[in-house]
């Protein structure tokens, strides 16, 4: 079975600092890694996924992960955020069967 | 505008009642799927499916029950409803055979027990 540890349930940052949400997994088969955002009051959207290849995958709105094998985590990062990036963010497993592991959540709140 | 369509918005809902949560999507996407999100436990599996006609158990599906009757559709019924299924309902859709995990999701129902 498959389970994923999203580390920080809140973080909190300034606006133009970087931020990085931390992702831990657990699965004893190889597995494809997302990172999805929910915006207040909406519906989740895919960010980012990784399936293989590169270690370093980009996503929407200037995101990117870094799978690393070695420790089974996929930390989401993003250089300078901005207010507009207040959302929850979710990271989630699949063995590619369409049956999404999702994490508890992480909250980003961007402060001026 | 394409996408994902629930309803109700929001419900509040006296324990032992029926209740169907409605699903629509217009992308044609062959595969669906229920989720349910509570605070701290993120979004589990409820129901899916993979193609009209066909239903699959996810993480948590006591309780809840689903149909496919056509591609478009995926209702998810509360049979007699209970305080813990208090919870914030999300459908989503995707094309199962290009890529089963990009999911797209509706804007949520939001339901009280009491």
């Known amino acids: 079975a498959q389970s994923v540890t999203q580390l920080d349930s809140q973080v909190p940052v300034f606006e133009e600092a970087p931020v990085e949400l931390r992702c831990n997994y657990s699965?004893?088969?190889?597995?494809?890694l997302f990172w999805y955002v929910q915006y207040p009051n909406q519906g989740l959207q895919l960010l980012l996924k990784?399936?293989?290849?590169?270690?370093l995958v980009k996503g929407i709105n200037g995101f990117e992960a870094e799978f690393n094998k070695s420790q089974t985590s996929f930390h989401l990062r993003k250089p300078s955020v901005h207010i507009s990036d207040t959302a929850e963010y979710f990271c989630?497993?699949?063995?590619?069967?369409?049956?999404?592991?999702f994490g508890q959540g992480t909250t980003l709140q961007v402060k001026p | 505008i394409a996408g994902i369509t629930q309803a109700p918005t929001s419900q509040i809902l006296a324990a032992g009642r029926r209740m169907t949560l409605r699903c629509t999507q217009d992308?044609?996407?062959?595969?669906m799927y229920w989720y349910r999100q509570d605070l701290g436990l993120g979004l589990r599996l409820i129901h899916y499916?993979?193609?009209?006609?066909?239903?699959g158990k996810g993480e948590v599906p006591d309780g809840y029950s689903v149909s496919r009757a056509n591609t478009d559709d995926f209702p998810l019924t509360l049979a007699s409803a209970v305080p813990s299924q208090t919870s914030v309902y999300f459908c989503?859709?995707?094309?199962?055979?290009?890529?089963?995990?990009?999911?797209?999701f509706g804007p949520g129902t939001r339901l009280t027990v009491l």
């Open positions: 989503a859709s995707s094309e199962w055979d290009r890529d089963p995990n990009e999911q797209f």
């Open positions: 699965s004893s088969v190889s597995v494809y």
């Open positions: 990784y399936l293989s290849g590169s270690t």
């Open positions: 989630a497993v699949s063995i590619n069967t369409g049956k999404l592991i």
């Open positions: 992308m044609r996407h062959n595969a």
């Open positions: 499916s993979n193609t009209a006609g066909t239903t």
